[in-house]
């Protein structure tokens, strides 16, 4: 089994030993344990701080090289923790564990691992600590970080090499809710959701896994159990629809609703009306490396000859896109270009929507009947998003959730304390 | 060229700063710069902190793995800071660069050094960061720390390995004086000594370059200059006596006085007055791994058939030492022991002592006149050794110091601001 641990679970000294204590019930269960873990708590942004104070734009190699110090602190503690418990541990650096990736520093893909001294250290009994968000480069032999969600990644992809039954990512929060429950005090905790349902929940704001890591649990095929490391709940399992349906449990229809207010709605208006303006506008925002959600073309105003473009992008990437507009304005031919940070996205998720072509009725007249005005639509297969105002989201949220009666289950209501109705 | 900067030199980001600056005005100078550096001033005791909140008792390889994390900081963010000046940097783990150690946990001995990456980044016209205090053992692959003055023998033993001009050592002191400047006020910086000086020196309590170190640089001949990196004074060259003959600078008879106030006296009394005796008593404590320097055996009382043997070792080590020796009380057979640590020692070092019979006179004669009272001697071809009372100890080293006029170069004095009289 692959076990990873995130940076609030290891905070400090304390939850460090509470770690270990939970680390050793489980080798108490099942002999091979590997257990990936991330930074403690800050010390990946103090380590930023420490960068930005000696240069103005650290190189990324050094980059890397600095922050992959926060999980060598991390597993070395835990390992001395396991160990004054009474049982081997080993802390293996992402290089020696086999975690090679191309060179791209911080933000490195996994190319291959090569577990072999992760292998040998099980073999001797040992419990093997690996650090999370980090390998070695196939070309350079450099050190790299994997960038958002790397240390997720790592444990499904140790997991996958070392044809483990399940990696189970703890974090503090219980598993995956049908909604925040921060927005839907009545939000109920999914005992299972398929890697697709998941992968949209995570493209839709929910925090609990990056889209990075489903996307390789659904290749390998590696069960992920997302679970609390703070309590003794059973957590979320995120499998594949076969496997769920192999298990004859019956699935929901919706999975969740989930929102989003960290994206920024950009407005280019005055586009000359004619084909591949579109395709012009989101090759400029592409070639600034920033990516695109949403996108809707509005109708041109009679007679003009010209048509406004609305998309959504990361608020953090609106300077970004901004520019290389601007720069790109005497091909593109547009009017101007308005910036709205104050949008938000409402997702309703469901593997079960496929089967129920009622659902988006349902979810548009939720959305009405509690005054939520729609800016943009998308869909996929499994999911139905809209953008409003970020004022709105919570009512939104609330409104879908009720409308869909998600929360209604008063048995797991009981289980899962304090959040059911 | 090899240059090291130690935990003071890199303390925080403002010193970083000012430690690339001055890598950046060497590489203008000499092409081919190799930089090792230790961790942030006191990154290392707060890593061994967190260590001993999770376990009573580390394991010394995680131990390892953990404080390896400190020098890994402290050489990426130098590297940003050279980078920030317009200057290639790239740095290094003690395993990247090549630094191969037996498996000797916490004091790993260096048994190779292969320098093909570092090579590598000089010819590519990079300067090279590299982690000191630790590297790779060649049996398990496993990260080793080198132990007490570990980052000043990584410097050394990449020096020899690349056949490097002069290895410099960077610290908060200014080379080599003729006594602690905080005791002699008129003490004098030495421009040379040979390497048997300074191993003599660092034997007796010289805090300037570990015994280690030395002694690698006078295996492998690699001059090393010893400098501070608050100043830009050319501190003090240490190399063999042979490069300071053909130099034909002439040398002063003595280098330096050195005292030393860590060490305690042991005394056993009651020893049975037969040969192999006082073999037996330090047999007992090396067995301990307790090193002891310096011993004495008084004169038995007449007809009594016992005798009294007194030795001196590190004050930390004090407990084993005397838990060995009342473990082995049946078999030694002696009456009791007695643990004095307010003793220090004082010791007088110049290798032209050799060709001046005189030198142990004077010695004895200053301290003599000083009221000393001297309890142990030792001596070596170069050095006359004593121990005395802590208390007195300020006094002899000053009379010493004055019997041989080692603080009289005016010229010198001036030079070095404020030290000389």
Redo the contacts between chains.
């Keep these: 089994m692959v076990q990873k641990y995130g940076g609030s679970s290891v905070a400090d ?1 304390e939850r ?2 509470r770690v ?1 204590e939970r680390i050793v019930e489980t080798v108490k269960e099942s002999n091979r344990v590997v257990v990936v873990v991330s930074a403690m708590g800050d010390t990946t942004d103090d ?1 930023l701080d ?2 930005n ?7 990324a ?3 890397d ?2 922050l ?3 999980e ?2 991390s ?7 396991i ?2 418990l009474g049982y081997d ?3 293996f650096t992402g290089s ?1 564990a086999g975690v090679i990736t191309d060179s791209s520093h911080g933000r490195a893909r996994i190319i291959d691992v090569t577990p072999g ?1 992760i292998q040998q250290a099980l073999d001797a009994g040992h419990i093997a600590i690996v650090a999370g968000f980090q390998g070695v480069s196939q070309d350079s ?1 450099d050190i790299t970080t994997l960038g958002r969600g790397g240390s997720d990644t790592t444990a499904v992809a140790l997991a996958a090499a070392l044809g483990a039954d399940v990696c189970e990512i703890y974090s503090d929060v219980d598993g995956v809710f049908t909604a925040d429950p921060r927005v839907v005090p009545n939000a109920r905790q999914q005992p299972r959701v398929s890697y697709e349902e998941m992968l949209e929940l995570a493209a839709s704001g929910a925090k609990i896994l990056h889209l990075r890591c489903v996307e390789y649990a659904r290749r390998y095929g590696v069960p992920v159990v997302v679970r609390s490391s703070f309590s003794q709940r059973p957590g979320t399992l995120v499998t594949s629809e076969a496997n769920l349906a192999e298990e004859n449990v019956e699935q929901p229809i919706i999975s969740g609703v989930a929102h989003d207010t960290s994206q920024a709605k950009v407005t280019v208006t005055g586009v000359p009306d004619r084909p591949g303006q579109a395709a012009a506008i989101c090759q400029t925002i592409a070639a600034a490396e920033v990516d695109i959600d949403m996108i809707v073309q509005n109708v041109s105003a009679p007679g003009t000859g010209l048509a406004d473009i609305s998309f959504t992008i990361p608020k953090s990437e609106g300077p970004t896109a901004m520019a290389a507009l601007e720069k790109a304005r005497p091909t593109l031919g547009f009017d101007r270009v308005v910036f709205d940070e104050h949008i938000g996205k409402v997702s309703l998720v469901g593997a079960g929507m496929r089967a129920h072509p009622g659902v988006s009725a349902s979810f548009f007249g939720a959305l009405a009947q509690a005054g939520v005005n729609v800016e943009i639509i998308s869909t996929s297969e499994i999911r139905i998003s809209v953008v409003c105002r970020d004022s709105e989201v919570p009512a939104a949220v609330r409104a879908v959730h009720d409308a869909f009666e998600l929360g209604t289950d008063e048995v797991e209501a009981v289980v899962y304390g304090g959040t059911g109705r």
Tied chains: 1, 2.
Excluded: C, N, Y
């Design positions: 000294a460090i030993k270990a380590l420490l960068a104070q000696v240069s103005p734009l650290p190189p190699r050094e980059l090289m600095l992959t110090s926060g060598r602190i597993m070395a503690l835990l390992a001395m923790a160990e004054a541990a080993r802390s020696q001294r032999k």
